[in-house]
């Protein structure tokens, strides 16, 4: 079909409101997408975004089944599966977002950093942002694209390392771009400083980047004194004030962040509006989202990049688990194959309770267990659920949304092995891409 007709369809689709309009409009190359969002009205854009995020959601209650089927399997566990057309749908509303804005995006890899799915996600996104050397290392290497590099404080003997696999270098203090910033700019790296917006709505400290006495970020009385000084070594702003949250908080730290910093933008090539953002969402607002970045932009005239890690991921990828025991003490306990301590450490530091496919909370349906982990941790426990069914040694759990987090801070307390990594692909082949031994936990010992 002619690109032209492709593009007419698409529009007719749209107006339509059919439910195809959004794998149409997927299909269709960069700048015919840019053909088809000129073509639409200010309704008709909020019904391509609808369409697109329903589309999505689609998408994501079928897999639920998919995650059942592979479990009730011969799959050896415990195994991280990961979704990579789940994670593709992810990058769709990313890429819908720069589509309408030009803004860059991000993939954090301190949130999810399995680099099978790499060159998938690489097609929609612009780059990866590294906490230090070696994600910096892995990003560029494995993502093949721009590499921007954070970090709270760089050590001297890594830093040259960084700068060779970064494209852009941002600092958190003004001591260390005084100490860095010139070896950076003959590297022909881009620099940031790291700023507070002074604004944040994250209500648990542990995670937020901007709380009282928060190392993260120089604060305005001290970037207005020292920041005169290094107008012509600064690229960019990069703030980072947002967890799990939606746009209308943005749009709060944003009129914050252009109150303190706002005089200081011009002559910047970009600025980055952090992580935390949950784009993927299903309640995420995402109208609100694209009309902030294309203000931003034009009042100022510079590059917006976003960040987010959660979001690539989010509820495309679960932990399988086996049931190993069933002991009882005033209550059942079923002892599986996967530890919280180890395998989904956010389950004891947030603390939260991971969701547990055809289960509900306690007493809520007939049978009612303690799922508990094999490690010596008194408190390696993921919660109380109920069943339909009363549980059996041997059977599957499924735990929901672990891909994020989850692979990336799991740990070989006990000598306990890490989970397999699992891919299901393009046409539900499930294939194993890393499957962990003694060799892995001994070599991190000496």
Known sequence: MAADKQIEETIRAISAKDTSAAGAYHALSGDARKKVLGALSA????????????AKKKSFAAANKRFLEIASGAVQTPVYLLDETLIEENMRIMQYIKDRTGCKILHALKAYASFATFPMMSRYLDGTCASGLNEARLGHEEFKKEV????????????????????????????????????????????????????????????????????????????????????NMVDGF?????????????????????????????????????????????????????????????????????????????????????????????AEIAIIDASAETHMPDVLLMPYRPHIMKSAQPNEKKHTYRIAG?????????????????????????????????????????????????????????????RFGYKDYKNRQS
């Open 43 to 54: 309704d008709g854009l909020k019904t391509l975004t609808r369409l697109i995020k329903d």
């Open 374 to 434: 094999p490690s010596c941790l008194a408190g390696d426990v993921m919660g109380d659920y109920s069943f339909d069914q009363p549980l059996k040694r041997g059977d599957k759990l499924v735990f929901t949304d672990m891909a994020l987090y989850s692979i990336v801070k799991s740990t070989t307390f006990n000598g306990i092995n890490l989970p397999d990594i699992a891919t299901i692909r393009d046409g539900g082949k499930v294939e194993v891409v890393k």
């Open 148 to 231: 921007h590099t954070f970090g709270v404080a760089y050590r001297e003997k890594e830093f040259r390392q960084i700068l060779k696999h970064s494209d852009s270098i941002i600092f958190n203090s003004f001591y260390q771009l005084r100490k860095y910033g010139k070896t950076a700019r003959k590297s022909g790296v881009e620099i940031g400083v790291r700023i507070n917006p002074g604004h944040t709505e994250v209500t648990t400290d542990m995670y937020n980047p901007c709380a009282a006495h928060s190392r993260l970020g120089i604060v305005y009385d001290t970037f207005s004194e020292e920041f005169p000084k290094y107008t």
């Open 238 to 330: 990069h703030f980072h004030a947002m967890c799990e949250q939606n746009s209308d908080v943005l749009e709060r730290i944003l009129k914050s962040f252009e109150k303190l910093y706002g005089p200081y933008i011009k002559g910047l090539k970009w600025v980055n509006f952090g992580g935390g953002h949950h784009i993927t969402s299903d309640d995420y607002d995402l109208e609100r989202l694209i009309k902030l970045i294309n203000a931003f932009k034009k009042k100022y005239g510079v590059q917006v990049y976003l960040e987010p890690g959660e979001a690539s991921v989010l509820n495309a990828g679960v932990l399988i688990s086996s049931v190993l025991d069933i002991v009882k003490n005033e």
